[in-house]
């Protein structure tokens, strides 16, 4: 079993939906949660980062911890053509040399 | 600012060819990393650095060496190229952990068919 499993899609969505993309883990030890975004072609640019549980919310995008579950969760709402893309949850710890165990990645489609 | 620069960007190799992938970082970061990322598999780590003159196994590092003899460069070296490693191959760099973020800057990636 992997340690980070994501929700695999794809996914297509029309514009101004809400989209929910997904993760479930299984290290307790992960205290730093990330999602990246990967345009067709391009590498991963971070788009979010958390601390712990909670909720952090940037513009449209939203991201959830809840670590009790190991389940974390982005938001994005009023969705547009323009975050159709691959996103990716990473997490990682203090212990292990700055790496991040990533998730497979979900394709997001939205349609005009 | 660059931020992480991959050279080159589209190679093909024939089978037992070798080749240098040179990454490159202008943000005085201390750790660097290769992936590969392949359908469906998400990104795997090969080897990563924690500093200049270190290196790390990953995930999956067989048939892949490297070397980070400067702080900026980190450099993936294939000795003998097998058809298993058509990838894509990102490397990246983080800054040092003490602080506690481990966010990572990606390079465009380098696309590597091996025929």
Request: hydrophobic fraction near 30%.
């Amino acid at each position: 079993q992997k340690e980070v499993e994501q929700d695999p899609g794809p996914l297509s969505v029309p514009e101004g939906a809400i989209v929910s993309l997904n993760c479930t883990y299984s290290n307790s030890a992960f205290q730093y949660f990330m999602w990246y975004r990967q345009y067709s072609r391009k590498g991963p640019e971070l788009l979010m980062y958390t601390y712990s549980s909670g909720n952090k919310e940037d513009g449209r995008f939203t991201a959830q911890v809840d670590k009790s579950s190991k389940y974390i969760s982005l938001f994005i709402r009023d969705s547009q053509p323009s975050d159709s893309a691959t996103y990716l949850c990473a997490m990682g710890d203090n212990t292990n040399a700055g790496k991040s165990t990533f998730g497979d990645g979900t394709t997001l489609t939205v349609k005009p | 600012n660059a931020g992480v620069t991959q050279t080159p960007k589209f190679r093909v190799l024939k089978t037992g060819q070798s080749m240098t992938l040179l990454c490159a970082q202008d943000m005085n970061h201390e750790y660097m990393y290769w992936y590969r990322q392949d359908p469906g598999m998400g990104l795997r780590l090969i080897h990563y650095s924690v500093g200049e003159g270190t290196t790390a196994k990953g995930e999956v590092p067989d048939g892949y060496n490297v070397s980070r003899l400067k702080k900026q460069n980190f450099l993936l070296g294939l000795e003998s190229a097998a058809p298993s490693q058509t990838s894509v191959y990102f490397c990246a760099s983080s800054y040092s952990t003490g602080g506690a973020r481990t966010e990572a800057f990606f390079g465009q990636g380098t696309r590597l068919t091996v025929v």
